[in-house]
């Protein structure tokens, strides 16, 4: 053939998927230290939840009534609640119930979402205005009250916590999704994959799921800061985790609200907790929707 | 013509594209992007198909791929209607017919490497079901396209726009194909690279007995390629003949126009020689205009031109025209 074999300097250095992985992540410190912050609080919260027994001085459930609502000491950190149960053992081990129900919505939530979205941009026609529509219906209820139908339904045990939680963040993630599955239908490499008479299936997983991935990943640490906050204010509302189990919605509920003066310990630690964690979870998201957004990937 | 029966046969073809009207869905109006456009393609040949932006050339080109449904009319590839054909067979001769497009920047998943890119087409259609042998084929192929083995470890982003669009050759020929629909393959491209691809088109023709519609704006390429060039005007077929009779004496007014525009690489001749500039601009095809679509802009068009839709007719033997004058 004619053509002139091209030199290749790149041939050297092909580097592995893990380091490029790391190099993206040092980048993403280096020019955003916010997210950074938020990134490093989250791996905080996970040491915390993953680690519990071995960090808690306490039992979360040990009641000890020698000492209700004891102040902070040196004994007590946090102080005590109203049957002397330990504060920080309990924000502790809600750090946990906060993960467990927080991530399970969200990737739930934003795995559905991102299927219905993508399934409907690409199929396009009666299948999207169908689908379209019932999501409407769903987005038109606000997120807590139709978490609050939802647990009123199901009852309340920490799965149909989840689920509930779950629900509302579909249609919000299938929404945005489907906008950008949208302009991915349309770009050449899907049609070459039509052209070469690949089935529907091959096309949506192989094709335009993988290039939906930046959306995905801004979809779903939003919603994990959602669900958290969600989860707290269901069980502050009593329809959320039952106690005995420690949760931080449930710490701010009960005798926190009697106490709120003679004990304010009680809810000033579970409410900078939530706080906290969807503060961290806010602020990496807003990084990485900002890192990725402008597909400033390197090219 | 030669007695054999031609790999593809387009008969009338029509694509009708609704533009949504108010809230309920009506319909504001019909762009007819194409036309009634009918040609055949013989095994082995280059077909060139020009025309300007928006004239309906890649719709064409889409329609024969079935990436767009036509609204009405036949497309015969080996002498069978595709649209009579059911999911399986529509797959089968899927793999005869392969595309390259114009971008090759978007023409490529950003997340599969290049291995993964020409494999995959190997592996569903089963031509390759050895996953060991798939890799040495890939490797062949890449070497048919002018890259090198070690290029299927790269992602798109890391090629250059010549690269990538040889890598999308590669994947068009690892099916295999008969006919190739080139939609304006050289057209993103720098000159310098223009020529590498189009030589390589070339050599591969030659090699792999292909068929290409090659579909493109620019003449010169065009005609260096082609072994017969139609040209298209807004939705319609205006004029078709042997690439050379088509340059050398073109008998429609808008091919007239469009061969003078192309510049002469000599000042002296370019300075001296006739140009025909068309006014206005290309009609909506929204609501085009009557009779002969071209009328508007005429420089020759009479009274009856206004009136009476010129039909594609043969002219001389092999040259069809679609005007009343020629």
């Not at chain 1, 750090?95 to 979402?113: D, H, P, Y």
């Not at chain 1, 629900?167 to 490499?189: D, F, G, N, Q």
């Not at chain 1, 070469?196 to 801004?218: D, E, K, S, T, Y």
């Not at chain 2, 009579?84 to 793999?95: C, F, K, P």
């Amino acid at each position: 053939m004619a053509v002139a074999r091209p030199v290749d300097p790149l041939e050297l250095e092909t580097p592995s998927a893990l380091g490029r992985w790391a190099a993206a992540a040092a980048e993403f410190c280096r020019q955003r230290p916010l997210g950074a912050i938020g990134a490093g609080a989250i791996l905080f919260l996970f040491v915390v939840a993953a680690l519990a027994p071995v960090i808690s001085a306490y039992d979360p459930l040990a009641v000890h009534f020698d000492a209700m609502l004891a102040r902070p000491s040196a004994l007590h950190w946090l102080g005590t609640d109203a049957f002397g149960r330990d504060v920080l053992a309990r924000l502790i081990y809600g750090s946990r119930t906060a993960l467990l129900v927080g991530f399970g919505s969200a990737i739930v939530g934003a795995a559905l979402g991102t299927i219905l979205g993508v399934g409907s941009a690409y199929f396009g026609g009666r299948v999207d205005l169908y689908l379209q529509r019932l999501m409407d219906v769903f987005l038109s209820f606000p997120l807590i009250v139709l978490a609050l139908a939802l647990v009123a339904i199901l009852g309340n045990s920490v799965p149909n916590v989840i689920a509930a939680i779950t629900v509302p963040m579909v249609p919000r993630c299938a929404l945005v999704i489907r906008a950008s599955a949208l302009s991915i239908r349309e770009m050449p490499y899907v049609d070459a994959a039509r052209a070469a008479g690949f089935g529907h299936a091959r096309i949506i997983l192989r094709h335009m799921l993988p290039n939906v991935m930046a959306p995905f990943l801004i979809m779903l640490t939003a919603f994990l800061g959602q669900a958290i906050l969600l989860e707290a204010s269901l069980s502050f509302l009593g329809l959320g985790v039952q106690e005995p189990t420690a949760a931080w919605g449930l710490m701010l509920r009960g005798a926190a609200v009697d106490f709120a003066e003679a004990a304010p310990w009680m809810a000033i630690f579970p409410g900078l907790a939530i706080s906290f964690a969807v503060f961290a979870f806010n602020l990496f998201g807003d990084s990485l929707r900002d890192a990725l957004d402008p597909k400033l990937r390197t090219q | 013509m030669t007695a054999e029966r031609p790999l593809l046969e387009i008969r009338n073809l029509t694509k009708h594209f609704r533009v949504g009207g108010g809230l309920f869905g009506g319909t504001a109006g019909v762009v007819r992007a194409v036309d009634g456009v009918s040609f055949v393609i013989r095994r082995g040949e280059t077909l060139g198909l020009v025309g300007e932006s928006g004239c309906g050339k890649t719709t064409t080109g889409r329609c024969i791929l079935r990436l767009e449904r036509p609204t009405s009319g036949a497309i015969l590839f080996e002498g069978r209607d595709l649209a009579t054909l059911n999911d399986e067979e529509l797959r089968a001769v899927r793999r005869r017919m392969q595309v390259i497009f114009q971008d090759p920047y978007s023409s490529l998943n950003p997340r599969m490497t290049v291995g993964q890119i020409i494999a995959e087409p190997l592996a569903v259609h089963r031509i390759v079901s050895d996953p060991a042998k798939r890799g040495a084929r890939v490797r062949e192929l890449l070497g048919h396209v002018g890259l090198l083995p070690q290029h299927a470890r790269r992602y798109p982003h890391q090629l250059s726009g010549g690269q990538r669009q040889r890598v999308g050759i590669a994947r068009a020929l690892a099916m295999e194909p008969t006919l190739i629909v080139c939609d304006e393959p050289v057209s993103a491209l720098d000159v310098s690279i223009q020529a590498q691809i189009i030589n390589l088109l070339e050599d591969l023709q030659r090699e792999f007995g292909l068929t290409y519609l090659f579909v493109a704006h620019d003449l010169s390429v065009v005609r260096h390629i082609s072994d017969r060039v139609a040209v298209m005007y807004l939705g319609k077929i205006v004029e078709l003949a042997d690439r050379k009779a088509l340059y050398d004496e073109p008998l429609h007014p808008y091919t007239r126009a469009l061969l003078s525009a192309v510049p002469i690489p000599d000042p002296e001749l370019e300075a001296r020689r006739e140009h025909i500039v068309l006014g206005g601009e290309v009609p909506s095809p929204l609501n085009p205009p009557s009779g002969c679509v071209f009328h508007p802009r005429c420089p020759i068009a009479i009274d009856r031109c206004r009136a009476v839709i010129p039909e594609l007719r043969e002219v001389k033997p092999g040259h069809w025209a679609a005007c009343i004058l020629a």
